[in-house]
């Protein structure tokens, strides 16, 4: 049997994080700069059902019979043998690799999960398709996240920018004009499930409030995407602004991330914010095609330990 490999790209929310938990709308778009690898090769000489998944990146390597079924990794895995209803696979190995940093907000597991579930799928002959994968990867997240919003499986799968409403028909951006956006890494892992859970906690204790924030949130993603749609890129700038202040004060900032999102504005860009679950992870900044190195620059002298300059709607 022919080797079948598929990778998936990393993800950011520009705008609407944790209220897209609570129903709200949300913008992300994916990150090729980054990503994900899953490549299954056929165990000629292996007993049939032995899948063995090496995933050097977590220091993982161990057959799928011996893993819990609440690992992410043996859970997609098992999604597609159930899926396809394959009682024993042939043997196999899967390797999975990754360049897109863990619980910094880019996605990570859900392009893990995407890479490996639709190597696999094609690797047993019937590729699933995207809405499919789409499903089982955020069966997957749930081990990940605890509550997630769909909104990182979705955009991985599909590689689009999308407006995305939990549980709504997926809708896909129309960019009409491309824009530049400086990814900035705190390098401070920070794993989307207790920052979500938190919020969460917060929410139960003051909904209030909460929602009042959500709400703000909504009215900030509704506009951006018109600006988006528009071509009119630049109102976008004091939009992420708006929308990182909120997220301050939900509580899902951290100095460090407060400290790239103004070393940004200072170097020129157009607005900042922090980008998925906070507290560490990434930023994002909005430039123009000629200050994106400066920026990129000056993110690094403030204490990003990388940069990703990424273009949306290219």
């Known amino acids: 049997m022919p080797a079948f490999t598929a990778s998936a790209p990393g993800k950011i929310i520009l705008f609407g994080e944790h209220a897209v938990v609570y129903g709200r709308p949300a913008i992300a778009a994916p990150v090729s700069q980054v990503k994900a690898k899953a490549n299954v090769t056929a165990d000629p000489k292996g007993t049939p059902g032995n899948v063995r998944i090496h995933a050097p990146d977590i220091g993982l390597e161990a057959s799928l019979g011996d893993l819990p079924a609440d690992q992410p990794l043996a859970a997609a895995i098992q999604g597609v043998l159930t899926s396809l209803r394959v009682k024993r696979a042939p043997a196999c190995s899967i390797k999975v690799s990754s360049t897109i940093p863990v619980a910094a907000g880019l996605g990570s597991g859900a392009a893990v999960s995407v890479a490996m579930i639709r190597a696999f799928s094609a690797f047993l002959g019937h590729p699933l398709p995207d809405e499919t994968i789409s499903a089982m990867a955020f069966e997957v997240e749930k ?53 979500v859970g938190d919020v969460r906690a917060a929410w139960q204790a003051n909904k209030a409030q909460y929602e009042a924030y959500f709400d703000s949130i909504h009215g900030i993603v509704d506009s951006a995407r018109s600006a988006i749609e528009s071509g009119v890129i630049e109102l976008l700038g004091p939009l992420m602004d708006a929308n ?55 993110l690094k002298k403030a204490g990003a330990v990388r940069g990703i300059i990424t273009e949306i709607g290219k």
């Open 143 to 195: 081990l990940h996240h605890g509550t997630p919003s769909g909104i990182d499986n979705t955009v991985v799968t599909f590689t689009k920018p999308v407006y995305f409403v939990k549980g709504q028909p997926i809708e896909t951006l129309r960019v009409s004009r491309p824009f530049t956006l400086v990814i900035g890494d705190t390098g401070i892992a920070s794993p989307t499930k207790a920052s």
């Open 244 to 298: 990182h202040g909120i997220l301050k004060k939900i509580g899902v900032s951290c100095s460090e991330l407060d400290t790239l999102t103004l070393a940004a504005r200072k170097a020129g860009a157009l607005g900042a914010k922090l980008c998925g679950g906070g507290r560490g992870g990434n930023m994002i900044a909005l430039v123009s095609k000629d200050r994106a190195e400066a920026v990129a620059a000056a």
